[in-house]
C-alpha cells in the first residue's frame, strides 16, 4: 500500500492559514485524475466522499500524485503570487520572451565579473564557481521587481521530496497547504514589500546526483549578485534568510564565501531545525552571534530559548521535524521585524553621530574663521590706532614749528631795523661833517 495519510495528532496542529481562498476548479484537473482536489482552504480532500486522504493504491501511485501536486503548487506562485519561472538546465520553453532576455543579461553581467576577476586576481579557484556537471535541471521563482525592493527574502528549503515553495511535500498531503507551502512566507513578504527567490536545491543532474549547495550557488551568482547586489546602483539594503533542514548547510555555504556584497546586507537568518557548519572568518562568525537564530523541535513554548549556542536555539513550539517551518512561521517574521528595526536604529545613530561630527566641524570651521576675521579687525584697529596716533603728534608740531617761524621773522625783522637805523645814523654822521668842512 501507498502512504498514508493519517498524520494523527498533527493535522491541524499549527495555527496558520493562506491568504487566499483556493478555487476548487481552477488548475487541478490533473489532481482530480486522481480521485483528490484541494479545498478553498487548501486542504486536500476525497473528491468522493471530501474526506482528507486516506492510502493510495501504490507507493508509486503516490509519487505520481505527489508530482502532480507539485505541478499544482508551481501554477499557484505564477497564478496567486505572479512570481517568474526560470528554468535551470532544462529545455521547457515555459519562459516568456521578456525573462529569457533578463536570463541572458544576468549572464552577461555574470561573465563580465568573471573575467574581470580573472585578470585582476590570480588565487586559487574560490567554492563559488560552479562546474556545469553539478548544475541540477530546476526551476526558481523570483517575486515582481525582486530586485528593486529594499529588503529581499531568500526561502531555501530542505532535501527530499520537497521542490521549490514547499517545506514538506507530506504536509501539503495530509495536513494542509497552508503550513506545507512557502505561500505564507510569500504573503508576509509581499505585505512589507519586500522582493522573494525561491530555491529549488532538489533538482537532479543528467546522472541522477544532487547537489543542493551548488543550486544555492549557482541561483544566489546568477539572479542576486550579479545583476543586483554587485551593482553601484543597487536597492537592496537588506537579506533575510529562511533556511529548513539541509538548507541551512547551503546556507553555511553562502555565508561563507559571498562576503564581499551578501554579508553586508544579512539582518537575520532564520533556521528550522537546521544545522549550521563552521563558520570560516570572523566576519562571518559576528553574523552566526549577532543574526542567526535556529528554531528546532521542542514541546517548549514557542520561542523559549534552549542555549545561547552560536547560533542561539530557540523552540519552534512544535515536536515535528516537518513542521518547524509552519509553527515558527509567526515569530520568524517578528525576529525579521525586530532585526531590520535595530538595523534601522543604528543606521539613525550612524547618520546623527556622522551629522553631529560634520556639524562639529562646520561650527570649528565657523570659530576658526571669526577668530581669524576678529584677529584681522584688530589688527586693523590697532593700525587705525597708530595712524591717528602719528597725526595728532604731527599736527601738534606744526603750531610749535609756525612760532619759531614766526619769531625768526621778527627776529630778523629786527635785525633790518637795526641795520637801516645805523645806516641812517651814518649817513646823518657824514652830512654832518660835510657841513662842518664847508664851513
Not at 543528467?206 to 543550486?215: A, E, K, L
Amino acid at each position: 500500500m501507498g502512504n498514508t495519510g493519517n498524520y494523527g495528532n498533527n493535522t491541524g496542529s499549527v495555527d496558520i492559514e493562506l491568504d487566499f481562498e483556493i478555487d476548487p476548479n481552477r488548475g487541478q484537473d490533473e489532481l482530480r485524475s486522481f480521485g483528490y482536489y484541494f479545498n478553498a482552504k487548501g486542504e486536500c480532500r476525497n473528491t468522493e466522499s471530501n474526506e482528507r486522504v486516506g492510502r493510495f493504491a501504490s507507493q508509486q501511485k503516490y509519487e505520481e500524485f505527489g508530482a502532480a501536486l507539485e505541478r499544482y503548487i508551481f501554477f499557484l506562485l505564477r497564478d496567486q503570487y505572479k512570481m517568474s519561472e526560470k528554468f535551470i538546465n532544462s529545455t521547457d520553453h515555459d519562459n516568456d520572451d521578456d525573462d529569457q532576455d533578463q536570463s541572458n543579461e544576468a549572464d552577461d553581467v555574470a561573465m563580465k565579473q568573471a573575467k574581470q576577476t580573472q585578470k585582476t586576481k590570480k588565487t586559487r579557484p574560490s567554492r563559488s564557481q560552479i562546474s556545469e556537471d553539478k548544475i541540477a535541471k530546476s526551476r526558481i521563482y523570483l517575486s515582481p521587481q525582486y530586485g528593486d525592493k529594499q529588503t529581499l527574502l531568500l526561502l531555501i528549503p530542505g532535501s527530499g521530496a520537497v521542490r521549490a515553495g514547499q517545506w514538506a511535500r507530506s504536509i501539503c498531503i495530509n495536513d494542509g497547504l497552508a503550513a506545507g507551502t512557502m505561500y505564507p512566507f510569500i504573503a508576509e513578504a509581499y505585505k512589507r514589500d519586500w522582493g522573494v527567490v525561491l530555491f529549488d536545491p532538489n533538482g537532479r543532474t543528467d546522472s541522477g546526483r544532487v547537489f543542493s549547495d551548488d543550486h544555492v550557488m549557482y541561483v544566489y551568482n546568477r539572479w542576486i549578485e550579479a545583476p543586483y547586489l554587485s551593482q553601484a546602483d543597487c536597492k537592496i539594503e537588506n537579506v533575510l534568510i529562511v533556511c529548513h533542514s539541509a538548507g541551512g548547510m547551503a546556507t553555511t555555504r553562502l555565508l561563507n564565501d559571498k562576503t564581499k556584497h551578501l554579508l553586508p546586507r544579512i539582518r537575520g537568518v532564520a533556521g528550522t531545525d537546521t544545522f549550521f557548519g563552521r563558520a570560516q572568518t570572523k566576519q562571518v562568525q559576528r553574523v552566526y552571534e549577532r543574526h542567526i537564530v535556529n528554531y528546532v523541535t521542542s514541546r517548549e513554548e514557542l520561542g523559549t530559548v534552549l542555549s545561547n549556542t552560536v547560533p542561539k536555539r530557540l523552540s519552534a513550539g512544535h515536536s515535528a521535524h516537518e513542521y518547524t517551518s509552519a509553527s515558527a512561521f509567526a515569530q520568524i517574521f517578528s525576529y525579521f521585524d525586530a532585526m531590520l528595526n535595530v538595523h534601522r536604529q543604528q543606521s539613525v545613530k550612524s547618520k546623527d553621530a556622522a551629522m553631529s561630527k560634520a556639524d562639529e566641524a562646520v561650527e570649528n570651521d565657523k570659530n576658526e574663521k571669526e577668530s581669524k576675521q576678529q584677529e584681522c579687525e584688530d589688527e586693523q584697529k590697532e593700525q587705525e590706532k597708530e595712524i591717528v596716533k602719528a597725526t595728532e603728534t604731527e599736527s601738534a608740531d606744526k603750531p610749535k614749528e609756525a612760532q619759531a617761524v614766526q619769531a625768526d621773522a621778527a627776529e630778523e625783522n629786527e635785525n633790518e631795523k637795526a641795520e637801516e637805523a645805523t645806516v641812517e645814523s651814518t649817513q646823518m654822521k657824514s652830512s654832518e661833517s660835510m657841513d662842518v668842512d664847508n664851513q
